[in-house]
């Protein structure tokens, strides 16, 4: 079983509407959580952290479910702007080292 | 406005032809990684470095080096690029301790002929 896993899409949304990922992982000792974006040709960059109590952001909110190992995203009232591929991060306690999942595309259509 | 600097966008390298990639981070961060991102594979660790001179294997580490001199610089190595080394090379640097964020550079694209 790998480490993280997302299904890698794509989701095809219209604007307006909501839509969630999630990504399941598998070393129950995994401490830190994080949601990155990355468009097309660019870099990741951090769109959110994962609290275990949750949070929220605007239109977006992440959650962990500690039990089944899964973290999500929740975006709402998708924008065009949204499309992306969307990476989790998860870091396993004592250790520096952060391993991704393989992304989610998010596809909004007008 | 943070910064991670790596030295080229594009590389156009030849069979067993010796590559380095550089990677320079503004932010006093004591991590430094070194992926690679293929389709469908996403991004896999090759090495990191959590501090001067030390380094970790990361998943693929097979075929490439790492160098961390100074804190800020870190080299990923090629000792001999094959084909199957064509791929894009992200650095990224985080601070130590969980909830790092980490902050990416961005990105090599390595073509192997």
């Known amino acids: 079983r790998k480490e993280v896993e997302q299904d890698p899409g794509p989701f095809n949304v219209p604007e307006g509407a909501t839509v969630a990922f999630n990504c399941t992982y598998s070393?129950?000792?995994?401490?830190?959580f994080f949601w990155y974006r990355q468009d097309c040709r660019k870099e990741p960059k951090l769109l959110m952290s994962v609290y275990s109590s949750g949070n929220e952001d605007g239109r977006f909110t992440a959650q962990l479910n500690r039990a089944s190992q899964y973290i999500s995203l929740l975006i709402r009232d998708s924008k065009l702007s949204d499309s992306a591929t969307y990476l989790c991060?998860?870091?396993?306690?004592?250790?520096?080292?952060?391993?991704f999942g393989t992304g989610t595309k998010l596809q909004v259509i007008p | 406005d943070v910064k991670v600097t790596q030295s080229s966008r594009y590389l156009v390298k030849r069979t067993g032809e010796k590559v380095f990639l550089e990677c320079v981070q503004d932010m006093d961060h004591e991590n430094m990684f070194w992926y690679r991102q293929d389709p469908g594979l996403g991004l896999r660790l090759i090495y990191f470095?959590?501090?001067?001179?030390?380094?970790e294997k990361g998943d693929i580490p097979e075929g490439y080096s790492v160098s961390r001199e100074k804190k800020e610089r870190f080299s990923l190595i090629l000792e001999s690029a094959s084909t199957n080394q064509t791929s894009m090379y992200l650095c990224a640097s985080s601070t130590a301790g969980g909830f790092a964020e980490a902050f990416f550079g961005q990105g090599t694209r390595l073509t192997v002929v």
């Open positions: 070393n129950s000792a995994s401490q830190s």
């Open positions: 991060a998860v870091n396993p306690v004592g250790y520096q080292k952060v391993t």
């Open positions: 470095s959590y501090d001067v001179k030390m380094k």
